[in-house]
């Protein structure tokens, strides 16, 4: 088989923040293709095909609309011994987030969606003894998106430089050595220190003592 490879840097994190393509992936398979499968490995449309039990020509027509928006690419050609040109896909980054703060100025189902994910993270902190009044939800609520919106872009500017060694790690591996750059990178900025530190004390005014 002869293969023909493209030099393709992966992102470690990508923002999701246009409302069109968080549309895109609310389509089930789009988001089993990416998702389950993309982020992962590459695959050709029939290795998709077969792994999720449809037919090519469907696959094929998900893959061009998440080429589309920019969430899938091709990433190297390869040809069978019978001359077959065989087109292999990756996804564009290792995780993707949907940026909290651009989904709160969409509209429809989109704001809702942002509006109550936040809610409900700020709700889950009475299991820790953590009960925010009403009256200050409003505050935890605005601080919270400043506070994951600064986090995603600090993340979202890492980039995978040597893909075939990350592919070599476990699954993991990869978690460690991402999470462990994140924390480097979040660590040297002045603006998410600053909007942590507010955060941490905001909550604490809040804790219980047990």
């Known amino acids: ?17 246009d409302p069109n393509t968080i549309k895109v992936l609310f389509d089930k398979i789009r988001a089993l293709i990416v998702f389950k499968y993309l982020v992962n490995q590459e695959m050709t449309v029939k290795q998709l095909a077969d792994a999720i039990g449809k037919n090519p020509g469907n696959v094929l027509r ?7 928006v920019g ?8 040809k069978t011994t ?15 987030r949907l940026g909290i703060a651009d989904m709160i100025k969409a509209d429809g189902g989109i704001e809702t969606y942002a509006k109550d994910r936040l809610y409900n993270m700020i709700m889950g902190l009475e299991a820790y003894g953590v009960r925010i009044p009403e009256v200050r939800i409003a505050d935890a609520l605005k601080m919270l998106e400043q506070l994951i919106e600064r986090e995603n872009q600090i993340s979202s500017e890492l980039t995978i430089t040597n ?10 591996q990869q978690v460690d050595a991402s999470r462990l750059m994140r924390d480097v990178m979040v660590a040297q ?18 804790l219980k003592s047990s």
């Open 1 to 17: 088989m002869n293969s023909s490879n493209t030099s393709h840097h992966m992102k470690d994190l990508e923002i999701i923040s």
């Open 62 to 68: 998900h893959i061009e609309r998440l080429k589309s």
């Open 71 to 78: 969430l899938v690419q091709q990433v190297r050609t390869e």
């Open 82 to 96: 019978t001359g077959i040109v065989q087109r292999y896909y990756r996804a564009t980054a290792r995780e993707y």
């Open 163 to 172: 893909t075939e060694f990350w592919n070599s790690l476990s699954e993991h």
């Open 189 to 206: 900025d002045s603006e998410y220190l600053k909007l942590n530190d507010k955060w941490c004390s905001f909550v604490i005014s809040f």
